[in-house]
Every structure is written in C-alpha cells, then in structure tokens.
Nanobody, 126 residues
Framework: QGQLVESGGGLVQPGGSLRLSCAAP????????IGWFRQAPGNEREKLSC????????YYADSVKGRFTISRDNAKNTVYLQMNSLKPEDTAVYYC???????????????????WGQGTQVTVSS
C-alpha cells in the first residue's frame, strides 16, 4: 500500500474547529475503509471514527459523536475529519489508518494491520 499522510492539525481555542485530512500519495484510498485514531501523551490510543469503502457507512466513538464528522472525496483521494466544538481533552496526536474495505476492525477493536500515517498534532487551549 504505502504510508498515509495526515495534515490539518494545529492550535485552536476551546469551541473552535479544525478539519484534518488523510491522503495516500502512493495508492488509491477509495478502496479502503479509513479509521481515525488519537493518542495523547501517557494515554492509550483511542478510536474516533471510521468510514467504509463498501457502502460509505460511518461510525463514531461516543466521545466525539455529534462534534466530529468523517467524510471522503474520492476525486482528491482524501478522507477528512471535521472537528467542531473542540475541547481541551481533544488535545492529542491524530492518526488515520487503513484496514480492509469495511469498518469491522474498528467496530470490534481489532488491530489495524494496514497503512498508518505519521500523525498530526491537535492542541486545544486558550
């Protein structure tokens, strides 16, 4: 496959918004389900959202449901994570990853064995 590239992170005030992007320079992303994860220092990796390739179904963790929206633009070979109403506890490094065509691994908490990116830092602070 190749490595994914996350971008769009930065410093934002509480209540603000950011849109993260997940790109695949070396391969076509639209045939894969894409999961978003985050990890803060000292914490375990947390699953956030997933979008299926097969039917476009989307899934969200309770901690971000209603605030985050996952989507994809196949023409741009990019998956997005729109983050609104950001809170200080959202501060973390955000990653995207592939694993098959559906969100089965995400839903069942299984390890992602596909491609990962290097992560992008999101800091929510006043």
């Amino acid at each position: 496959q190749g490595q994914l590239v996350e971008s769009g992170g930065g410093l934002v005030q509480p209540g603000g918004s950011l849109r993260l992007s997940c790109a695949a320079p070396g391969f076509t992303l639209d045939v894969y389900a894409i999961g978003w994860f985050r990890q803060a220092p000292g914490n375990e990796r947390e699953k956030l959202s997933c979008i299926s390739s097969s039917d476009g179904s989307t899934y969200y963790a309770d901690s971000v449901k209603g605030r985050f929206t996952i989507s994809r633009d196949n023409a741009k070979n990019t998956v997005y994570l729109q983050m609104n109403s950001l809170k200080p506890e959202d501060t973390a490094v955000y990653y995207c990853a592939t694993d098959g065509k559906t969100c089965t691994s995400w839903l069942h908490g299984l390890p992602y064995r596909g491609s990962w990116g290097q992560g992008t830092q999101v800091t929510v602070s006043s």
